[in-house]
């Protein structure tokens, strides 16, 4: 014998790894009736060894299978059930139904019949029973027994249960019970593995490999799945391998449930779960199993009254791999909610379900399971929990922690939303009372155990099962539904549950949200039942105050319904929608109070009915029924001003924008005040935001959704005022009123900037929020306090006021100035103080402001009145700075130079602004054009003269250095000539203490004198008041004739010194006098030098004693004679001025 097994055992370690060299092995049939006839173990179990070692060889299989060499295996594969010393799961079904030992529970059942010495049939005993008869000698290894299973009476001896775990109990053995069945299992999963049930194109194979079939045979197939009550991971994990390459492409798979393959499974305890996992989604849709259920993969699915529903299509969704990870974890999610307390919870229920089967399987491992279906398993951890499609939606609306949940198809989840909604609505109570029950199962104890219950449904079951009975079907069914509501613990109510309700409404408006895209291709179907149940809470007294609040979620679903598909918004107004949520409007806010917050119920409906009223507004038909509704828009006005609720305030900006596509509501909107209110936001967007360099949401960030509320807002005002920057803004009609109280508040650049500015809005509301001193733009802490507390006691009263109030503010606010302004002087936009210290700052309309400044003045020396014109020397300055930057301006100030000439003969202006008159008109005059329009005026020089007169020498800089322009310009020599300029630019000439005053006089005299038209006439005029050759040298060197009017000179070509000097300023100043006498009386007048107001062009107060005039000439003469200097015409010109001045006397030089 032991010569045997070391045979074995070197044949089985010799082919193991010479299988190639060995070849076939011949003698298998031999092998096969070896093991059929061992009464050993150690024998067995080396033969066992041995043929796994063959079948390794794939030229091994097929005489093993021809010689049936699966069947002896088929008999020993039961012994693991024998084997009850292993360790066990703790909470394995002998764990939780029996608290005893295996031991006692193999001596539970008496399931072994037996014949006594006479061949008399015996009572059952238990299997314990039939060891203690053993032992008595009552019965010997050739006694006749029978139990479940066998064929028919047997010897003792050829049972394999008796004989291995009796007769051979106490015999050495190489391998455990449990090993024999792993072993045996593994040469079962070799063989399903060499006959695969499709060919290599994949095309399944008819009919199924002989392996398969035979394994798969009702006869076997359930001792195999039996196997998996040992909970012995070395087994459960070859057994479900091994079922799952049975059931592929199985045409028996759809009565695999009635092995209870799927009761056994989940009891499993275990972590190797995988390939249970792979079975069960394998065969849990192919079973002839269906309940009633609008979810489809529920319906067909055998698991669905075991595994929560969601689990059931978490497996089908996303395969065996990730059904695993979740099977064995903790999941709390809107597709799984599973743990491992839930994992605990449903192997108590399978137990206590199959409590009669486990200890029959251990006392005779033959037994075979009578398949009883199990009342669906309850879960306390999903009682509130509703499951839809695929997805519990308490969780799946619960977007805090699940805000971005993937949803495979939105469309579908959609409809049975509104499936299950139908069905809410729709309940009617349970048909079925537990009398009726009791009656159906032939029960007559008014209160039966579940095990009672149990008994009875087999016992009808026996007999009117479809297999059984083909014309018993009703009368099963009937059965079934009695037996499960008689298990069912659970109380149906016959009443709309608010809260279902309210998640199946949450969800809807979720897939609208996130799915806009898909859900916009389809019109809602659910309006019906939507716009019912918004009534249903609007006439209900205790609306805002119920749990759950079921209007807030149908509110906004109706919201979302027309945001995302337009196709909506037709059907809303036609199913009376806009009617009844405005109905709701009002109601809401009556409720409302200035401290209320978002998440208040009546200020969440109030901002869902607003967004809805928002929505429609786009839509032609709705707009005409808003209209209808003057409430509208005086809530949406009103709305924006609750900055406790930050949500209500933010839709109610939106919608004015909105309302304003129709010019009456626009006027509505307007007359309700929304423009004090939308400017408060306005000054709460903080700039520095958008540069922090952090990613930042609206959820957690506050400020990030006031700043967008406050371009919300901004562009709120430009459909109230009737600004469109581009195309993308909303058209609508201009409102001149609101136009020029945003100018009056905001300042017109800042209302510029908005009206042509498209996507400009975050630079003008980081232009408002921070401080600025331009031109355009004077703006500070103070004028935006000033501005927030006017705006704000305005929105109090457009908030506080009703509907038909006649106590709201103005559009007209003459009252209300910015302290910073009140000092300034801004024409056109423009602050021409700030200007005229920032000359380069570039102007947006230089030719229009140019033309608004000189219009200013116009208008300010017409109107003024008795009151001194204000501002003119300023505004002359900063026309002055715009025609330097902007030469193209000159063509404006031609039109306008008598205007501005005009301004020297303001009386109120001081010399500061005079200097400022003079300037900018020497700056215009550059341009040859403006010059010439100068000459073309009468009175040009008269009135420089007068206004030189009157500023005294101050102004003499700058109007000279306008009188060096003109000079070019014959009309204006002209009247230099006709006025007596040329007398004031020798006064300036001679008096003026600066040099370069002097120079400037020089210059402009000699340009007049070069004048080819009027120049000798005014040269000839000057030589009255200065000498020849001072005139003449200023045309060449005006420093040097300066130096010549401060020194002595005495030569030919001039006699000048201190008395000659004094006498030409006495003239010149007398001249002037009587200049400016005239011009005062009248303007026009033409001026000429009077016969008393003439100097000589020499003095002689210094001639040698007896030495005449002709003389002293000649002497000068002779000297320079004398001296070889050439005599020049200055100084015939001197001759011939003695000549003439001594001609009287008939004396000749």
Not at 165 to 180: H, N, Q, R, Y
Not at 861 to 878: F, H, L, Q, W, Y
Request: glycine share 4%; proline share 6%; aromatic share 8%.
């Amino acid at each position: 014998f032991n010569m045997k097994n070391q045979c074995l055992h070197g044949m089985s370690l010799l082919y193991k790894h010479y299988a190639e060299e060995i070849g076939q092995f011949n003698d298998i049939e031999f092998m096969v009736k070896m093991l059929e006839h061992a009464t050993h173990p150690t024998f067995r179990d080396r033969m066992l060894m041995f043929l796994c070692s063959l079948l390794g060889a794939r030229l091994n299989v097929k005489p093993f299978i021809d010689c049936n060499g699966v069947k002896p295996l088929v008999d020993l594969l039961t012994l693991a059930h024998l084997h009850i010393d292993r360790p066990q799961i703790h909470s394995a079904t002998n764990a939780i139904e029996f608290t005893g030992s295996p031991i006692d529970l193999q001596d539970q059942e008496k399931e072994w019949h037996y014949t006594d010495k006479k061949g008399e049939k015996q009572p059952p005993v238990s299997y314990t029973g039939v060891r203690k008869l053993l032992d008595e000698g009552v019965i010997t290894p050739n006694t006749k027994v029978w139990a479940q299973g066998l064929g028919g009476w047997k010897d003792l001896k050829d049972v394999p249960q008796l004989k291995w775990g009796i007769l051979a109990k106490d015999m050495p053995s190489v391998m455990t019970l449990s090993e024999v069945t792993s072993t045996i299992l593994d040469i079962f999963q070799l063989l399903c593995a060499y006959y695969p049930s499709r060919d290599p194109d994949g095309s399944v194979m008819q009919p199924l490999p002989r392996v398969k079939r035979y394994l798969s045979d009702p006869s076997v197939l359930p001792h195999i799945v039996q196997l998996l009550l040992t909970f012995d991971p070395t087994i459960c994990s070859r057994v479900h391998t091994l079922l799952y390459l049975l059931m592929e492409d199985n045409p028996l798979v759809p009565r695999f449930f009635l092995t209870g393959a799927f009761f056994f499974s989940l009891m499993y305890m275990a972590s190797d779960v995988l390939p249970l996992c792979r079975l069960l989604h394998l065969a849990h849709r192919k079973q002839s199993f269906r309940i009633d259920h609008d979810n489809e993969i529920i319906r067909h699915s055998v698991l669905s009254v075991l595994l929560p529903p969601a689990l059931v299509c978490y497996m089908t969704n996303h395969g065996p791999i990730k059904f695993a990870g979740v099977f064995l974890g903790e999941y709390e999610t809107p597709e799984a909610i599973w743990g491992k307390d839930m994992r605990r919870y449903l192997v108590e229920k399978i137990a206590a379900h199959i409590a009669d089967f486990t200890p029959r399987l251990m006392g005779n491992v033959r037994a075979v399971y009578q398949y009883c279906p199990i009342v669906g398993v309850e879960y306390e951890t999903l009682q509130n929990e509703l499951f839809c499609s695929q997805y519990y939606l308490k969780h799946f609306c619960d977007e805090l922690r699940y805000p971005d949940w993937p949803v495979a198809d939105p469309v579908a989840l959609m409809r049975d939303c509104l499936n299950a909604w139908k069905l809410e609505l729709e309940k009617e109570p349970c048909k079925l009372s537990k009398e009726s029950c009791l009656e159906e199962l032939e029960l007559k104890e008014p209160n039966p155990t579940q095990q009672q219950i149990r008994k009875a449904y087999f016992k009808l079951a026996a007999v009117y099962h479809p297999d059984k009975n083909p014309n018993g079907r009703e009368r099963f069914e009937a059965i079934q539904t009695a037996y499960e509501f008689l298990a069912s613990q659970k109380v149906q109510s016959d009443a709309p549950d608010p809260v279902r309700i309210a998640l199946l409404i949450k969800t809807q408006a979720i897939l609208f949200k996130r799915f806009s895209e898909e859900m916009s291709k389809y019109k809602y179907a659910g309006y019906g039942l939507l716009l019912k149940l918004i009534h249903l809470e609007y006439v209900d007294p205790d609306m805002l105050h119920k749990t759950p609040c079921l209007m807030d979620p149908a509110v906004e679903l109706a919201y979302y319904t027309v945001h995302n598909a337009p196709l909506n918004a037709d059907e809303l107004l036609q199913e009376g929608g806009i009617d009844l949520i405005h109905e709701v409007m009002n109601k809401c806010f009556e409720q409302l109070l200035p401290n209320n917050t978002d998440d208040m119920s009546h200020v969440s409906i109030a901002k869902n009915c607003i967004r809805t009223m928002n929505v429609s507004a786009s839509f032609p038909d709705c707009l005409e029924r808003i209209l209808t509704y003057p409430a509208i828009p005086y809530l949406a006005a009103k709305g924006i001003a609750y900055e406790k609720a930050p949500a209500l305030s933010r839709a109610s900006i939106h919608c004015c924008e909105s309302l304003c596509g129709n010019k009456d509501l626009q006027k509505a909107v307007i007359d309700a005040g929304a423009v004090w209110h939308l400017l408060l936001f306005l000054f709460r967007y903080d700039y520095t935001l958008e540069d922090c360099g952090v990613e930042t949401n609206e959820e957690n960030h506050t400020q990030l959704f006031a700043n967008r509320a406050a371009i919300g807002a901004l562009k709120s005002i430009y459909a109230l005022v009737g600004f469109q920057p581009d195309d993308s803004y909303l058209k609508t009609e201009p409102h001149i009123e609101l136009y020029r109280l945003l100018q009056h508040l905001l300042t017109p650049h800042i209302v510029n900037k908005m009206r042509r500015s498209p996507g400009g809005e975050r630079d003008i509301l980081k232009t408002l929020n921070s401080n600025h001193e331009t031109p355009y733009l004077l703006w500070n802490n103070l004028t935006r306090v000033e501005l927030r507390d006017f705006c704000g006691d305005n929105s109090e009263k457009c908030r506080d006021g009703g509907l038909h109030s006649t106590d709201r503010p103005s559009l007209s606010v003459e009252n209300f100035a910015h302290t910073s302004h009140s000092k300034e002087l801004v024409v056109g936009g423009v602050f021409v103080r700030i200007y005229n210290l920032q000359p380069t700052f570039p102007l947006e309309e230089p030719q229009k402001t140019f033309q608004t400044f000189i219009t200013y003045i116009d208008r300010e020396m017409k109107e003024s009145g008795e009151n001194a014109p204000r501002g003119i020397g300023t505004v002359m300055e900063a026309l002055r700075n715009i025609v330097i930057a902007y030469p193209v301006c000159h063509a404006i100030a031609e039109k306008y130079m008598s205007v501005l000439l005009d301004t020297l003969m303001v009386e109120s202006l001081d010399t500061e602004e005079l200097q400022k008159c003079f300037e900018m008109l020497a700056k215009a005059c550059a341009a040859p054009t403006c010059t010439e329009a100068l000459g073309r005026i009468p009175h040009a020089i008269a009135y420089c003269i007068l206004a030189m007169e009157r500023g005294g020498d101050v102004v003499n800089p700058e109007a000279l250095q306008l009188m060096r322009m003109l000079c070019i310009d014959k009309s204006c020599v002209q009247q230099m000539l006709d006025k007596g300029m040329y007398v004031l630019l020798i006064h300036t000439f001679q008096r003026a203490r600066k040099q370069e005053v002097k120079e400037d006089a020089c210059i402009c005299l000699a340009k007049a004198c070069s004048d080819k038209l009027n120049g000798p006439k005014v040269q000839l005029r000057c030589a009255k008041l200065l000498p020849l050759v001072m005139i003449e040298t200023m045309k060449e060197n005006p420093s040097q004739v300066c130096q010549m009017f401060d020194s002595w000179q005495e030569n030919p070509e001039l006699v000048w010194n201190k008395d000659s000097q004094a006498r030409a300023m006495e003239v010149s100043a007398k001249a002037r006098t009587n200049i400016v006498d005239c011009l005062k009386e009248d303007i026009n007048t033409y001026w000429k030098m009077p016969d008393d107001i003439s100097t000589p062009s020499v003095s002689y107060t210094h001639l040698r004693a007896h030495e005449t005039p002709e003389h002293l000439v000649c002497r000068l003469l002779l000297e320079k004679k004398k001296k070889k200097k050439r005599l020049n015409k200055y100084h015939y010109e001197n001759i011939i001025s003695i000549q003439k001045s001594t001609s009287q006397k008939n004396n000749k030089v």
